[in-house]
């Protein structure tokens, strides 16, 4: 059974920052692209950023962009985000998913959840 584990999740005021992290002791993360997505409360999940393991190529939703930056840690086995400049719109439920793919379509593992509060 692969194990998915995030972590740094938290309680936040407007402007504020957290790092979340992403790591599995089954999976070695270099070998698979790496996704972050969030769910708010009454709305679908949704894709935030990507960092894909051939060359590690980002993407960001346009909500994000300039605010969060996704970055590994091979030696780790751990993937980050930085999220600086937060707002109440990034309150959600941060989920960290494993790709197979070069791209985060469509995960085949995830992380249970961790979750973001913005205050206002």
């Known amino acids: 059974q692969v194990h998915v584990v995030e972590s740094g999740g938290g309680l936040v005021q407007t402007g504020g920052s957290l790092r979340l992290s992403c790591t599995s002791s089954?999976?070695?993360?270099?070998?698979?692209?790496i996704g972050w997505f969030r769910q708010a409360p009454g709305k679908e999940r949704e894709e935030v950023s990507c960092i894909t393991s051939s060359d590690g190529t980002t993407y960001y939703a346009n909500s994000v962009k300039g605010r969060f930056t996704i970055s590994r840690d091979n030696a780790k086995n751990t993937v980050f985000f930085q999220m600086n400049n937060l707002k109440p719109e990034d309150t959600a439920v941060y989920y960290c998913g494993i790709d197979r793919a070069r791209w985060c379509n469509d995960p085949d593992y995830w992380g249970q959840g961790t979750q973001v509060t913005v205050s206002s």
């Open positions: 089954e999976l070695n993360l270099d070998t698979y692209s």
